[in-house]
Structures are given as structure tokens and as C-alpha cells.
């Protein structure tokens, strides 16, 4: 189990810029998720894929934000004309199969848009 | 709506004290129930799960967590903390009927544990 791997650890962007971070999950997991977390609260789900088909998005996802998984492996996460309000630390998780399998995260990625 | 609460922010508290982190829940049919912990510089790591049968489940390093349906509740418990138990506590919560296990965190409760 080589966990789930995150990339780039920290970003630190310009208010309007695009950015994106990419996912690799543990291999053969079929689900992945994104979540995002600010300072004192816990994560939020922001969408989910079941192999490459995005399966559910959040409200908070705005049309900002782009996510994919084109192989049905790793997964990129697409922020268009970043805002100051979307710092934050955003989590990948990934899980196995069906039925109740637990969520393994990754280390996040952390934004800051100055 | 689904939703996770956690009833405190911050716990501070010495070596060998006991900890009960609270957690109560609203969600709608069956639901399941998780601890996640952070540790100071380190990604979310499962400690217990929830998902029938007994209702007190046994988690990693020492945690417990009791499930009272009636009072919608999934309170975290070690009888003995150490200094190394410092971290961020999450509990959160999956419905049967959702889509991919998709789960919804409480706040979190940061725990310091003093040596």
C-alpha cells in the first residue's frame, strides 16, 4: 500500500490565475473523492468519481472548478481564475470497490491565493 | 440535510486522563459512522468504523466509540490518553443509499495532550 499521493504539496497562486493538482490514488481503488478543508473546519466533499465517470459534485463546486479522471486512475483538480476565497487544503481520497469500503486520504494539497 | 456535529473544538488534557470526544449526527436512514485522526503532519487516518452489530466498536491504539441510536450519537472514548494521542479528531458519517460511500466530516476536535 503506497497510500494516496498528492502533488504538489503547497501552491501559492495570484488571485486570477488558473491552477490544478493532481490525485494518484492506491492502485485498484475504483473510487475517488475530493474534498476540501479550511482552517478549523473538516473536510468537504466536493466530488466523487467511480472509475473515469464523475459521479456526484457539490454545490461548492463551483464552474470554477474542473475535475477529471480520464483513465480511471489519477484524477486532476482544475481551479479556473482562482479567488482568495478558495485557499484552502484540498484531500484526495480513494477506496475499493463496493458496499462500505473506509476512505484512505492523501496529505492534500495546500493553496494559498494571495 | 446530512449532517455531522462535534460538541467540542479544543480538549486539553494530561498524560493517563480519559478522553470522550462527542459526536452526534442527523442523517436520514442507515447511516455509518467513522473516527478519523490527523496527526500533526500527516493525512487523515481511519481509527474506527461503524457500520452494524455491536454497537461499541473497537478501533486502533486503545480508541472505542459507542453507538446510541436513540440519542443519535457516536462518542469516541480511550480510557488512558498518552502524549502521542495529540492530534485532530474527525468523526463523520456515511449513508447506505449514498453514492460511493461519500462522507460528511464533523468540525473536528483538536486534542492536546500534555506530558
Known amino acids: 500500500d503506497t497510500g494516496v499521493s498528492q502533488d504538489p504539496r503547497h501552491k501559492i497562486t495570484k488571485r486570477g490565475q488558473n491552477v490544478t493538482f493532481r490525485c494518484d490514488p492506491i492502485?485498484?481503488?475504483?473510487?475517488l473523492y475530493w474534498y476540501r478543508q479550511t482552517l478549523g473546519q473538516g473536510p468537504e466533499f466536493l466530488t466523487y468519481?467511480?472509475?473515469?465517470?464523475?459521479?456526484?459534485k457539490s454545490r461548492l463546486l463551483s464552474d470554477r472548478f474542473s475535475a477529471e479522471r480520464p483513465k480511471g486512475s489519477f484524477s486532476t483538480l482544475e481551479i479556473q481564475r482562482t479567488e482568495q476565497g478558495d485557499s484552502a487544503m484540498y484531500l484526495c481520497a480513494s477506496s475499493y470497490g463496493q458496499g462500505n469500503s473506509p476512505l484512505h486520504f492523501g496529505n492534500g494539497t495546500r493553496l494559498t491565493v494571495t | 440535510a446530512q449532517s455531522v456535529s462535534q460538541h467540542n473544538h479544543h480538549v486539553i488534557l494530561s498524560e493517563a486522563a480519559s478522553l470522550e470526544l462527542g459526536c452526534n449526527y442527523s442523517y436520514g436512514g442507515t447511516v455509518n459512522l467513522f473516527w478519523y485522526v490527523q496527526y500533526p503532519g500527516q493525512h487523515l487516518q481511519l481509527l474506527l468504523k461503524y457500520f452494524s452489530g455491536d454497537p461499541l466498536v473497537k478501533g486502533i491504539k486503545g480508541f472505542e466509540a459507542e453507538f446510541i441510536k436513540s440519542k443519535f450519537s457516536f462518542n469516541l472514548r480511550k480510557p488512558s490518553v498518552q502524549w502521542s494521542d495529540t492530534a485532530e479528531y474527525f468523526c463523520?458519517?456515511?449513508?447506505?443509499?449514498?453514492?460511493?460511500?461519500?462522507?460528511?466530516f464533523g468540525g473536528g476536535t483538536r486534542v492536546l495532550v500534555k506530558p
Open positions: 463523520a458519517a456515511s449513508g447506505s443509499k449514498a453514492a460511493g460511500n461519500k462522507l460528511t
Open positions: 468519481f467511480q472509475n473515469e465517470a464523475q459521479l456526484e
Open positions: 492502485s485498484e481503488h475504483n473510487r
